[in-house]
């Protein structure tokens, strides 16, 4: 049997090899069709009959409008949400809220504010596997366009052409330093934590901030991919807690039928929700946002309101309100939290987050008179609070505030869809929207160029909701014309080396496979879609793969790739007609569209302005639903790779920009990555000033982008401009 699924396998093969050889290209639909006919003729060869088993070959999705896909949202959502606008409001805040992070500056928005990226360039590069930076560089150093790409070649078209160099950086964000977790501190922003020595992220042994091994993908439609994270370890079922969903069988809330009632363990499980399984994950990153060892009830306790008596003084003091959104002014006509601005003060007026988690979530989740105790060793003691909580005592709303803001902040984000591009317009039957060589750069798109195999349908990439949720697992011969299985979406197409970075290849924090085909052999996951199933031997081709990014907007979230390795989109069009960087070294787990495309300068050119077609004039202009808070974003720290200012603690000085607050008619665009070292734009509204200073002398005007000028808030410095 094994030997006749081998012959007829090579004929299929064959038969794709001959059509290569003609020029004719095939999609992976087509491919994997390929592959089926060759095991369905094994099979009748065997004497059994699969005629109702086959599949027609198929061609790539379609392009079109994302006006015309819904979006996607879970069918229990009412179990839980009492007031999907309030929700939003929620989200956005939180999204937003400098305050989340344990050194009160950082927010989720603080790596997705330009476009749903991050276009700072300061202290942004992460040294990769190897841990050492690449010559020249280090720690707060300033990217630089002569940078990229990182594996440069003599000649951009050929892969075999003489390497000029190559590193294995990474373009990344910067998040906070590296600390250990002790304890919140009620009513405050900053967490009481301890610095812990940095051995990467340090200049001459004093921490600067710490930077993300993988670049940040966009948040704008990221509600149309089935899972979340450039690997694919938010998963699509959300579980109330953590990324993982129903791979973490110890994740469960706690749950009050009436005030009165006892609480009730239970366990949920959310689907299309894979945006609240990863709105919960840089929260409690020890590189993103938070303290190591923190944990989701910590942050729900940080932002209540805990009723105390008044005496000591100072317990009330600590346990004071904290206002939404303190350190952020919020302009009066924002799209959503408009009638809330304290303008021209910060924050939110009539609100905390206390009332509005009540206002959007139903009682049963957040509504008991038992607070919970958690001992050391995570065990749970229900009892009736006697006065002021202990820090390791938390409310019914603190310690399920991990689904309060998973689902809030999805609900935000779901609506960040940016459906208005001029491809968009075209699409719906204006054809003047396009230029003649946009036309061409779509017919390039579709056809000789082969991105549509991997980027189709209206949302640019099969990693969408409406292409893997049942169709999760495909065959398909691979760039080394063996037949394998791999998870829709998910591709590996030579950007670095496989074994740097295994992707979906990689392990969940249970020691399990993110991919869900190499879980489907070990009897953990199944495709009813996948006809035969997947063998426990048969071949497995998804390390080194990521998820498939959406292109709308391209054009303004350089830099490009899981690395952040490309900076232009004509080094990306170069990169897929040479057929990648490692095509051979990857060859195992290669896509099979990755090879020579044969593109001419003037093919190259129309795809370039193809991909410009795809940005939404709301976003380059921040006017809604892409409006925004004030934010005040850490950009590197005074100095630069051999030199910064130690703040007292062990850690640099950290310089702020400031990316100032639009309502919904927007504002003037940003700059993009690397476009000017100046974040915010003319009329930018004046920083919060402070009466203390902590930092005084730590940082310079010299410091200071050109046309902006130093002002004090507490906490910190930040540039603003003039």
């Known amino acids: 049997m094994k030997t ?130 690449s010559s020249g560089t280090g720690p707060n150093y300033t990217l630089k366009p002569e940078d990229y790409p990182f594996h440069k070649l003599q000649n951009p078209d050929d892969r075999s052409s003489t390497v000029l160099s190559d590193n294995d950086d990474i373009t990344g964000s910067q998040g906070v330093d590296l600390t250990k977790f002790n304890d919140i501190i009620p009513g405050s922003a900053v ?17 600067v901030r710490q930077v993300t091994g993988r670049n940040a993908p966009s948040t704008i439609n990221a509600v149309f991919n089935f899972r979340n994270f450039w690997d694919g370890r938010a998963q699509n079922d959300f579980n109330g807690v953590n990324p993982f969903g129903s791979r973490d069988k110890n994740a469960f809330l706690y749950k009050a039928p009436t005030k009165q009632s006892s609480l009730q363990q239970v366990k949920v499980s959310i689907k299309n929700s894979s945006l609240a399984s990863q709105a919960v994950g840089p929260p409690l990153s020890d590189v993103e946002e938070s303290g190591s060892g923190r944990v989701f009830p910590d942050i729900g306790q940080k932002f209540n309101r805990v009723k105390s008596k008044k005496i000591p003084r100072e317990t009330g003091k600590k346990l004071k309100v904290l206002r939404p959104l303190a350190k952020q002014l919020v302009h009066p006509e924002d799209s959503v939290l408009g009638k809330y601005s304290n303008w021209p003060k910060p924050g939110l007026k009539q609100k905390n987050y206390q009332t509005m988690v009540q206002d959007a979530f139903k009682p049963e989740w957040w509504n008991s008179q038992q607070v919970i105790k958690v001992g ?53 039957g204006n054809s003047n929207a396009l230029t003649a060589q946009q036309k061409l750069g779509k017919e390039l798109f579709e056809g000789k160029a082969k991105c549509v195999n991997c980027h189709g349908g209206a949302e640019f990439t099969n990693a969408s909701v409406r292409n893997v949720r049942n169709e999760r697992l495909e065959r398909m011969v691979m760039g080394d014309n063996g037949v394998a299985v791999y998870d829709n979406g998910f591709y590996n197409i030579g950007v670095r080396p496989t074994q740097e970075d295994l992707g979906v290849g990689g392990k969940d924090p249970f020691g399990n496979p993110l991919s869900e085909s190499r879980l489907s052999q070990n009897g953990k996951f199944n495709d009813p879609n996948l006809r035969p199933p997947i063998s426990a031997t048969e071949r ?110 062990g850690r640099a000085t950290t310089a702020l920009l400031e990316l100032p607050a639009v309502g919904r008619n927007g504002g003037a665009p940003l700059p993009s990555f690397l476009e000017s070292s100046a974040l915010a734009p003319e009329g930018a509204v004046p920083a919060v000033q402070s009466t203390s200073n902590p930092l005084e002398g730590s940082i310079t005007q010299q410091d200071c982008p050109a046309n902006s000028t130093l002002q004090f808030i507490a906490g910190g410095y930040v540039c603003v401009s003039k």
């Open 191 to 207: 967490d009481n934590v301890t610095v812990q020595p940095d051995p990467v992220f340090n200049v001459n042994g004093i921490n």
């Open 540 to 649: 497995v081709a998804v390390d080194g793969a990521f998820k498939t990014p959406g292109l709308r907007n391209i054009a303004l979230t350089a830099p490009y790739f899981h690395n952040g390795g490309q900076l232009t989109l004509r080094q990306v069009v170069d990169f897929y007609n040479r057929g990648g960087d490692f095509h051979e070294t990857n060859i195992q787990n290669l896509d099979p569209d990755i090879e020579n495309l044969g593109l001419d300068e003037l093919e190259k050119d129309a795809l370039v302005a193809f991909m410009n077609a795809l940005t939404d004039a709301r976003v380059r202009n921040q006017s809604a639903p892409f409006d925004h808070p004030q934010l005040f974003i850490p950009n590197g720290h005074p100095g630069d790779q051999n030199s910064v200012t130690n703040d007292g603690s």
């Open 4 to 133: 006749q699924i081998k012959d007829v396998a090579f004929l299929a093969i064959a038969f794709r090899s001959q059509l290569n050889r003609l020029g004719l290209s095939l999609s992976k639909r087509i491919k994997k069709s390929l592959v089926m006919v060759a095991i369905a003729a094994v099979i009748v060869l065997a004497g059994h009959t699969v005629a109702a088993q086959l599949e027609p070959p198929e061609q790539p999705q379609s392009l079109a409008s994302l006006k015309s896909v819904p979006i996607p949202e879970p069918d229990n959502l009412g179990q839980f949400v009492k007031n999907k606008t309030a929700a939003i409001a929620l989200g956005k805040a939180l999204f937003w809220e400098m305050q989340v992070g344990s050194d009160g500056f950082q927010s989720c928005a603080s790596c997705h504010f330009h476009a749903g990226v991050d276009n700072r360039a300061k202290n942004q590069l992460h040294p990769g596997p190897s841990t050492n930076f």
């Open 376 to 428: 050391a060793d995570g065990s749970r003691i229900f009892k009736q609070p006697q006065g002021a909580l202990a820090t390791d005592e938390f409310t019914l709303m603190d310690y399920n505030f991990s689904l309060f803001m998973g689902l809030s902040i999805q609900l935000y984000e779901s609506t960040l869809v940016s459906d208005n591009t001029p491809f968009d317009q075209y699409m719906e």
